[in-house]
T-cell receptor, first 114, second 111 residues
Framework: EAGVAQSPRYKIIEKRQSVAFWCNPISGHATLYWYQQILGQGPKLLIQFQNNGVVDDSQLPKDRFSAERLKGVDSTLKIQPAKLEDSAVYLC????????????FGPGTRLLVL | GQQVMQIPQYQHVQEGEDFTTYCNSSTTLSNIQWYKQRPGGHPVFLIQLVKSGEVKKQKRLTFQFGEAKKNSSLHITATQTTDVGTYFCAVSSGSARQLTFGSGTQLTVLP
């Protein structure tokens, strides 16, 4: 079974630039999550989708972050404009159904904002 | 939002020694999951606990869920260098459908 795919793996940008990350979840998984993991901290949920609908985006900084999952499969997370404090690993995860299910994480995208 | 405290933040042990990390919540939890993240890697699911007082074992790893469902522990017996990494608990409670991750315990095993 193929795992969660993410790209790019690494990205370096300057502040105020924009950046986009892509995620393809495990086939058949209805729920997709985007997490931000700052060095030395646990993953923080940014947004959770079930199929193509948003379940929870309460911790997404909506003034600069946006995410979509138009066809209920793959998803993109965008930051525009980026700030220095956005430097982190952005993890995508998926689960078969919602609410307490095992989450399978992708390798993450390491973002450095200069 | 859900608050969860995980201790200790760091733990250095000699290979062969035991290791324990604790996860504590001020509210009653629906379930708790444990994940391991190797250096430079991504979190990998280890186990889920749902029932009060539940104890589960995976080889040298023992997971416990407190009777009040407010705390949990992960114990590793006779650590090996392959156990190196950060161990996270992740909790959900009530109607909340998202997981909240603890800050993790970073384990170093000295050969």
């Amino acid at each position: 079974e193929a795992g969660v795919a993410q790209s790019p793996r690494y990205k370096i940008i300057e502040k105020r630039q924009s950046v986009a990350f892509w995620c393809n979840p495990i086939s058949g998984h209805a729920t997709l999550y985007w997490y931000q993991q700052i060095l030395g901290q646990g993953p923080k949920l940014l947004i959770q989708f079930q199929n193509n609908g948003v379940v929870d985006d309460s911790q997404l900084p909506k003034d600069r972050f946006s995410a979509e999952r138009l066809k209920g499969v793959d998803s993109t997370l965008k930051i525009q404009p980026a700030k220095l404090e956005d430097s982190a690993v952005y993890l995508c995860a998926s689960s078969f159904i919602i609410s307490g299910e095992t989450q399978y994480f992708g390798p993450g995208t390491r973002l450095l904002v200069l | 939002g859900q608050q969860v405290m995980q201790i200790p933040q760091y733990q250095h042990v000699q290979e062969g020694e035991d290791f324990t990390t604790y996860c504590n919540s001020s509210t009653t939890l629906s379930n708790i999951q444990w994940y391991k993240q190797r250096p430079g890697g991504h979190p990998v699911f280890l186990i889920q606990l749902v029932k009060s007082g539940e104890v589960k074992k995976q080889k040298r790893l023992t997971f416990q869920f407190g009777e009040a469902k407010k705390n949990s522990s992960l114990h590793i017996t006779a650590t090996q260098t392959t156990d190196v990494g950060t161990y996270f608990c992740a909790v959900s409670s009530g109607s909340a459908r998202q997981l909240t991750f603890g800050s993790g315990t970073q384990l170093t095993v000295l050969p």
